[in-house]
Nanobody, 125 residues
């Protein structure tokens, strides 16, 4: 299993980003996928997860992040995306994608066995 994040970088407050996670080495369509982030000195937190059966529209987004964070997946490209709007300095963190054969309701880091190495997002003027 390999997950490789990209798309991070330095962005000004109020800006937008799209993070990507390219997956390989497993049957992409059969796994629940998630985005997580970890800021310095803080615990890793779940942002959003999307179920294996995407056509069911089964998505879980952390309540406090709804409206600014959008998770999606492209089955043909085996790629997971996270769109982030209206970025603020509190969004600065390392962003990770993860995969596992769990229900989307289990959108928390202990339930995911496969992780990428992360991509850094810095929100600053």
């Amino acid at each position: 299993v390999q997950l490789v994040e990209s798309g991070g970088g330095l962005v000004q407050p109020g800006g937008s980003l799209r993070l990507s996670c390219a997956a390989s080495g497993f049957n992409f369509e059969d796994y629940t996928l998630g985005w997580f982030r970890q800021a310095p000195g803080k615990e890793r937190e779940a942002i959003a997860c999307i179920s294996a059966s995407y056509t069911d529209g089964n998505i879980h987004v952390k309540e406090s992040l709804k409206g600014r964070f959008t998770i999606s997946r492209d089955q043909a490209k085996s790629t997971l995306y996270l769109n982030i709007d209206d970025l603020n300095p509190e969004d600065s963190a390392d962003y990770y994608c993860a995969a596992d054969a769990v229900g989307v309701a289990l959108c928390a880091s202990p339930y995911f066995a496969f992780w990428g190495r992360g991509t850094q997002v810095i929100v600053s003027s």
